[in-house]
């Protein structure tokens, strides 16, 4: 919604105010915008593997959304961690073998379809739940283990705005080559009358005015977005940490969740006393 926003704010603000004073018909050359597009689709697909553009167009469409992660998404979290690792205490690791199994039957994370339908979410808790009902662990060992599948999914969740920024990178030279395609046709064509050669002229600096607006007005937002969707979705998986660490330093499943707590956005994060409350809401559930 925002980005939509800003994008009418920039057109009003660039072609708004030129209008005012000058012809937008002047801005209007479809061959500058065919081969400035063409330059900026032909390096996209150049530059990158499949796997990389299908994962830059399947991120795309989440900008137009609001974010998941809120605090009613990680009062979730926390609530599902509690009920598994409360069972845990109550009943001995093994209690939780099915549920870590088969995700998609088990009473307790059915609870949460959330997190249940975020695949990356689900994966990561209940391997690392597995691994605890599996044997004795190292704690240090598995935070190590921890932080090098959580770099990795970091890595790969940045690409789609590390991409876009390069692109966003690369449009003022883009326009720039338009622009000097332009000057040489008129070059070659000298002879014209001043008005001719001006109108030519005009149509080369366009070349140059959409590589710019292009870059900074749309791309480099767009690069700028999907980084900030990487950084949030990278906060959940923090927070299973926080707690599953504590719960295997020997911590009882109220303070363990409150490690996870202290690990959440301060806009996102629910004080003490509500989450507490809403733990002990929904033990009847």
């Known amino acids: 919604m925002f980005l939509i926003i800003g994008y009418l704010i920039i057109l009003a603000s660039a072609v708004g105010t030129y209008s005012i004073h000058g012809s937008l018909a002047a801005l209007w050359m479809p061959t500058e915008y065919l081969a400035i597009v063409g330059l900026m689709v032909g390096a996209f697909v150049a530059g990158n593997n499949l796997k990389v553009i299908k994962g830059v167009l399947g991120a795309l469409p989440g900008l137009f959304k609001g974010s998941r992660y809120n605090k009613a998404y990680y009062v979730d979290v926390l609530a599902l961690l509690f009920e598994l690792l409360t069972k845990v205490r109550k009943e001995g690791l093994m209690s939780i073998e099915n549920d870590v199994e088969n995700p998609e039957s088990s009473p307790l994370f059915s609870k949460?379809?959330?997190?249940?339908?975020?695949?990356?979410?689900?994966?990561?808790?209940?391997?690392?739940?597995?691994?605890?009902?599996?044997?004795?662990?190292?704690?240090?060992?598995?935070e190590g283990l921890m932080d090098q599948e959580l770099d990795a999914h970091h890595h790969t969740a940045e690409i789609p705005g590390h991409v876009m920024a390069k692109l966003g990178d690369a449009m003022p030279a883009f326009g720039i080559v338009v622009a000097v395609m332009g000057v040489v046709n008129v070059m070659g064509s000298v002879g014209e009358p001043p008005p001719v050669l001006g109108k030519m002229i005009g149509g080369a600096l366009v070349g140059t005015f959409l590589g710019i607006l292009l870059s900074y007005g749309f791309i480099q937002p767009v690069a700028t977005l999907l980084e900030q969707k990487a950084g949030e979705g990278g906060s959940v998986f923090n927070v299973v940490k926080a707690v599953l660490l504590a719960s295997m330093s020997g911590y009882a499943p109220q303070v363990a969740v409150e490690f996870g707590r202290k690990n959440l956005p301060a806009d996102a994060r629910p004080s003490f006393l509500e989450l507490e409350e809403e733990l002990k809401s929904r033990k009847g559930r």
């Open 112 to 142: 949460y379809p959330d997190i249940l339908h975020d695949h990356h979410v689900t994966e990561f808790m209940t391997d690392y739940l597995r691994m605890m009902v599996g044997g004795n662990l190292n704690t240090l060992e598995i």
